[in-house]
């Protein structure tokens, strides 16, 4: 059974930082390319940054500078560091897995991230 179970959400203030992370299992780890979503209150779910399974990496521009996403293939993790965040940045982050080489892909449940003014 896959699970991607996302931790690291809160509240914190403009300017601060948090780190968001997803432990994946029942998928092998290193031919899935991981990334983080969000969606706000009355939004669409947006991308946030993806890495693919050689570390390449992707940043959407309102987030780009500020967010770093990596990965632990020895753990089966992916992690978001998020600094400097803006109140825009407020949302629920979801996790991602993307077959390599085909249409499936997996979500975790998602993490709240609330940055107040």
């Known amino acids: 059974q896959v699970q991607l179970v996302e931790s690291g959400g809160g509240l914190v203030q403009a300017g601060g930082s948090l780190r968001l992370s997803c432990a994946a299992s029942?998928?092998?780890?290193?031919?899935?390319?991981m990334g983080w979503y969000r969606q706000a209150p009355g939004k669409q779910r947006e991308l946030v940054a993806t890495i693919t399974s050689k570390d390449s990496t992707n940043y959407s521009d309102s987030v780009k500078g500020r967010f770093t996403i990596s990965r632990d293939s020895a753990k089966n993790t992916v992690s978001l560091q998020m600094n400097s965040l803006k109140p825009e940045d407020t949302a629920v982050y979801y996790c991602?897995?993307?077959?390599?080489?085909?249409?499936?892909?997996?979500w975790g449940q998602g993490t709240q991230v609330t940055v107040s003014s």
């Open positions: 029942g998928i092998r780890f290193g031919i899935y390319n």
């Open positions: 991602n897995a993307k077959y390599t080489w085909g249409p499936i892909d997996y």
